[in-house]
């Protein structure tokens, strides 16, 4: 997950409370979809928040790139809010207000229900056709489409991996783990040895993070939290219970720490980096952070590796989708510009910008597997194994239904309560949400 997309995972938990109702009633938005008619000429103005190397605005890269490859586009680019929750705010007030102040913006992987039902987002299947869609990584396109219509594209992606200790496997004399039944025994192993304090680090937190850890384990286990409709929850389940008790027991048994129930990730990283703990789950950004001579004890000694799965699965484990997308305002004047504008952005020149310049994970397939590409992370052939997995966000009431997962999990996982009876009260809530009318 880029430095922003963390941001944006820590304020999905108050999505909820953002005023969409005024969106999902607006006069304003276009009863049909318009066509995109004419010569894509003209300006565009470009919504989007920096990604990528703080020293580099790789945005500006991509903008004199298309510009060469179209001359008769200029693409203006406007600078979103940094913080997610100011950024989502300002979106759903212009967008739902009418405006066509900007044409295409940079959005969330969770948004695309909930921006389609809200009509702050512009239906794209009948500008892009079938063999367009189907250059993405698998597991990508999935996670933007509500009711049959796809409303985004995947701008960047980030994944999950399992970043371990070379060393201590080393000098233990241990295999890199693939099942979860292993890398628990293999860190207690390195823990009884005396060789690290803790055997593994997550995001635990009671926030969207633990959304995401909680979707691979359950992945792992053969469990989903909401039906492929998004009419019903399937969080209370003999596959799912298995995998709150594994994560339970991570705690119960001391291969985690306890406080891990706390940590988001940047707590998760920084006790990793410390030299504290042998297996850290975490995203794309941390293995650049664990081999950082100036801020690393452990730079040269980190590895990473495709998740684990659970024994009697069939390997590597899942990893959530994370990243940002690019939308298309429902009131842009340019169509035929901003599809020009999408497509190129998901094209083989701006990928490879996106992956060698901006650090992060291309979401076209061919890009991901140019060894050329991979060259540039250590991260991007493992990313190319990667099983991907989406967040329930195909429902138009993710975000509370995310906070129904992450509280009741992490209630589990602190002691509080039983995982069964945290599953139980999740399922509860996650149908209550499924039934509300409103976002």
């Known amino acids: 997950m880029s430095k922003t997309t963390r941001r944006a995972a820590a304020a999905a938990a108050g999505a909820a409370v953002l005023a969409f109702t005024a969106a999902c009633s607006s006069s304003s938005s276009p009863a049909a979809t318009p066509a995109a008619t004419g010569k894509a ?219 891990v129930t706390t940590f988001q990730e940047q707590q998760s990283e920084s006790l990793f980096t410390s030299g504290q703990v042998a297996f850290l789950r975490n995203w794309t950004y941390a293995y650049a952070d664990a081999n950082s001579g100036s801020s690393s004890k452990i730079a040269g000694d980190v590895g990473v590796v495709n998740l684990p799965t659970f024994e009697g699965q069939t390997g590597p484990g899942y990893s959530v ?37 901006g650090g992060e994970i291309p979401t076209v397939a061919g890009v991901l597997a140019d060894p050329q590409v991979q060259a540039a992370n250590p991260a991007f052939p493992v990313a190319a194994k990667n099983k991907l997995n989406a967040r329930p966000s195909y429902v138009a009431q993710y975000a509370q239904v995310s906070q129904a997962i992450y509280n009741n999990v992490n209630a589990a996982l602190s002691g509080s309560v039983s995982p069964q009876a945290a599953l139980s009260s999740a399922n509860s809530q996650i149908d209550s949400a499924l039934g509300n009318s409103g976002l």
């Open 41 to 259: 000429t003209g300006t565009i103005t470009w919504f989007a928040n920096q990604f990528g190397p703080t020293s580099t605005d790789v945005r500006k890269t991509l903008i004199a790139a298309f510009e060469k490859a179209n001359p008769g586009i200029t693409v203006k680019l406007e600078q979103a809010p940094s913080d997610s929750d100011t950024y989502r705010s300002t979106l759903v007030t212009q967008i739902s207000g009418g405006s066509s102040s900007f044409d295409v913006y940079n959005g969330d992987v969770v948004w695309p229900a909930q921006f389609a039902k809200a009509n702050l987002a512009l239906p794209l299947d009948s500008y892009l056709d079938s063999s367009y869609w189907k250059t993405f990584s698998n597991g990508l396109v999935s996670s933007l489409t509500y009711k049959g219509q796809t409303y985004a594209v995947p701008l960047f992606t980030d994944n999950a991996f399992l970043f371990y200790r070379k060393d201590l496997l080393a000098k233990a004399k241990l295999p890199v783990p693939t099942t979860w039944e292993q890398l628990q025994s293999e860190a207690a192993t390195l823990q009884k040895d005396g060789l690290v304090k803790y055997g593994f680090a997550a995001q635990f937190d009671s926030y969207e993070g633990l959304t995401c850890d909680w979707t691979e384990f359950a992945a792992d286990a053969g469990a989903a939290s909401v039906n492929a409709d998004g009419t019903s929850s399937t969080i209370d389940s003999a596959a799912a219970q298995k995998a709150l008790t594994y994560m339970r027991g991570l705690i119960t048994s001391g291969v985690a720490p306890s406080a």
């Open 321 to 357: 989708t994370g990243g940002w997308n690019l939308y298309v305002n429902p009131h842009s004047k340019n169509l035929a510009a901003d599809v020009a504008f999408l497509k190129w952005m998901t094209g083989t020149q701006a990928q490879t910008i996106i992956a060698e310049q």
